[in-house]
């Protein structure tokens, strides 16, 4: 089990630290040092980085997420804070896939193409979500420390 939840917690603190880090310092920094062309082609760069290692950590989430279910016998025997948790990692998993398949894919192409005012919308739209994520996942932490020390 250790092993498992060792696994789970990287794949967290990969995820919600990659966010974190893209939309509270690189953001700003970004902002502040680099003109709009410079600055998408940049997003452009770290996206393509960025989503790799987010794609590899949902995938460790989900399996180590539902062997720990598995091996406490199933969600009918867990506590409500992992319902909750499960919850909300669909929900972030289910806004990545649209960043990735829609968001990222049209930004890419307006990059290449260098359309600058349709690449700084759609990078507007992927701010939002990532901002949502973030959100999200740092509330599933939350829900994760504080519901399993109350024995919720």
Known sequence: ??????????????WVGGMFFAYMILRAAAAEILQPPDRLRLWDNVFARFFNWVWLSVIILLITGFCMVFLHGGLAHVSSHVHLMALFGMGMVSIFIY??????????????????????????????????????????????????????
């Open 99 to 152: 960043v990735f398949f829609l968001s990222f894919r049209r930004f890419r192409l307006k990059v290449a193409s260098q359309d600058w005012p349709g690449s700084g919308a759609m990078l507007a739209t992927i701010r939002r979500l990532v901002g949502l994520n973030l959100v999200i996942g740092l509330s599933t932490i939350a829900t994760a420390v504080l519901g399993g020390a109350a024995g919720i």
């Open 1 to 14: 089990m250790s092993f498992l939840k060792f696994f789970h917690v990287l794949a967290v603190v990969i």
